[in-house]
């Protein structure tokens, strides 16, 4: 069976620690230049290089973007950051730049060069230059089939890396410039606005004749792969992707521990309609978006955007993390992020915690005070849990 790689993304080293905690075997992360996503923490190069620490100490990988689109203006100091990323001892870059990756041939040595899904690569062909040209793996375009990719894999000559979770561009793989047109911001520079999650009044002839109370607008649902997943290991593909270095440390945890349990479910050989039907479950815990399958099942129809709406919701279903937990009188000290009264059925999650649903009893406020119903964010509260958790665990409502 093939030992499929899953790839978490990380916006700060808490993040990175929890992805590896939840099962990543590799995460990827932005440093303070040359990277998209400007907007996430990012990290510095101390920083960097406690994340390979970190990681390497847990069997994992560490993969830095390189991937913005560069101009002349961009490119100084190029050589030293990518020396500097060598010598950290990072497993691998990401590029979308023809000279970046022939410069980084040219000066390292240690770290595998990846073609990033920027490039928007649909094809053996395309495969094959890059790896004449120095790359170690390629990132496909989200824009292919099932049955293309298929095809492909019995052609290519490079490990092939593809996204099964997290947000679509409404473009060409990340080529829109509508950011670049309605706020000078680039998105191939790392300052996507998202414009196409924008609401719009549709205007024709100076006269508007869109609903006030229906704005428009293009944004896609997010991908959500979790259906093919027995496929894509079936078809020998090197490494799975989620998107999000945006996202947060609740997210991170929830996906990449249902793809986790998934890909490893599949590897026992267990039932494939169980273990995806679990999955599905598991991963509604960290929608905010509705979801679909991409281009997987071949490409899309209107019932893939969110034409009229940004789709954008917010998840209430996350109520704290664990800070401590006395094991003799099962009572957990909790970190509060959303409402909670004693009627709702919760449960814990971690990387050594199989979720399992109970009434929360024995609440008490941060003075100590016997309540029913916690609501004041970051407030440290206690409950009694009537199984071992961890520090660290997340703390959930069941989905009903």
């Known amino acids: 069976m093939n030992q499929i790689e899953l790839l978490a993304p990380a916006g700060d080293l808490h993040r990175l620690k929890t992805a590896i905690k939840f099962g990543a075997n590799a995460v990827y992360i932005g440093g303070k230049r040359f990277s998209l996503r400007s907007r996430a923490s990012n990290f510095d190069l101390d920083t960097i290089q406690e994340a390979v620490d970190f990681a390497h100490q847990h069997g994992s990988k560490v993969f830095v973007t390189v991937n913005m689109i560069p101009h002349d203006e961009d490119l100084e100091g190029l050589d030293d950051y990518l020396i500097a990323l060598n010598k950290i001892g990072v497993d691998a870059i990401i590029v979308a730049s023809l000279a970046i990756l022939k410069r980084a041939t040219e000066l390292t040595t240690n770290m595998e060069v990846h073609i990033s899904t920027q490039y928007s690569i649909t094809n053996a062909a395309t495969i094959d230059f890059y790896k004449q040209q120095g790359a170690d793996r390629v990132v496909l375009a989200r824009e292919n089939t099932l049955d293309e990719l298929d095809a492909l894999m019995d052609k290519t000559s490079l490990p092939i890396e593809v996204f099964i979770h997290g947000g679509m561009c409404v473009n060409y793989s990340g080529r829109c410039t509508l950011s670049n047109y309605m706020t000078l911001r680039d998105a191939n520079r790392g300052g996507c606005a998202q414009s196409c999650r924008w609401k719009y009044e549709m205007i024709k002839d100076d006269q508007i004749m869109s609903d006030p109370n229906q704005l428009f607008s293009m944004s896609s649902k997010d991908l959500n792969a979790i259906e093919v997943l027995p496929d894509l290991i079936r078809l020998g593909v090197s490494s799975l992707k ?159």
């Open 242 to 400: 989620i998107e999000g270095r945006m996202k947060t440390e609740y997210y991170i945890a929830t996906v990449v521990s249902a793809y986790r349990r998934a890909i490893d479910a599949i590897n026992d050989n267990k039932d494939p309609q169980t273990v995806i039907s679990r999955a599905i479950t598991e991963l509604k815990y960290a929608e905010n978006r509705e979801t679909f399958g991409g281009f997987y099942d071949g490409h899309p129809t209107v019932s893939g955007h969110l034409y009229g709406v940004n789709g954008a919701g917010v998840n209430q279903n996350f109520i704290g993390v664990v800070t401590d937990y006395d094991e003799v009188n099962q009572i957990a000290s909790v970190q509060v992020r959303n409402q909670l009264s004693s009627d709702d059925e919760i449960e814990v999650f971690g990387p050594k915690t199989q979720p399992e649903g109970f009434y929360p009893t024995q609440m008490k406020d941060s003075d100590g005070v016997d309540t029913n119903r916690f609501y004041k964010p970051m407030e440290v509260v206690s409950m009694h849990i009537p199984y071992p958790v961890s520090k660290d665990d997340f703390i959930r409502k069941i989905i009903k």
